[in-house]
């Protein structure tokens, strides 16, 4: 079993993906806020898992991705993305 997850998002002006997000086993989700809207955004994720205070990293997941939209409905919250773990 895993001991938690990271989260990495594309980077246009890094050329790749950077981690945005280190969670642990308990919180199989993660809450995006603070993103432009009518934006693409692509995600990616792997496992970690802590043997003998070393972290050992499992393979990158294939990118998904979430799109924001303009707001013309206030029970639409335009401008997060939510990235769950399948476990």
Do not use: F, P
């Amino acid at each position: 079993d895993a001991d938690g997850y990271i989260i990495y998002r594309y980077k246009k002006a890094s050329n790749g993906y950077v981690e945005v997000k280190r969670l642990d086993n308990d919180k199989a989700y993660w809450i995006n806020k603070g993103l432009k809207r009518n934006t693409v955004y692509k995600y990616k994720i792997r496992a970690y898992k802590n043997v003998d205070g070393q972290i050992n990293l499992g393979e990158l997941s294939y990118w998904v991705s979430g799109k924001t939209y303009n707001r013309h409905n206030k029970k639409i919250n335009a401008k997060t993305v939510k990235v769950e773990a399948n476990k």
